[in-house]
């Protein structure tokens, strides 16, 4: 799930993740619009205060790339 979605799953969840993650309302959406870009301890810290729901990876895959799950061809 991306931070966008997450955001959508319940009133006042952008609210409530700014503060667990310390940063304000404001940040968190330009981080989910793309305006800005979280840092890596920002990305950590929301995978975390999301339990998992948004990955570290959909937040900087080019720190993280999403891995594949399907093998390459031998």
Aim: avoid cysteine; aromatic fraction near 6%; charged fraction near 20%.
């Amino acid at each position: 799930m991306n931070l966008s979605d997450y955001f959508k799953t319940a009133r006042g969840a952008r609210a409530s993740l700014a503060e667990k993650v310390g940063r304000s309302p404001a940040y968190l959406s330009h981080v989910a619009t793309g305006y800005r870009r979280a840092s890596v301890n920002l990305a950590i810290a929301i995978e975390q205060a999301t339990d998992g729901q948004v990955t570290r990876s959909s937040l900087r895959a080019d720190v993280w790339p999403v891995q594949s799950s399907v093998s390459p061809s031998p």
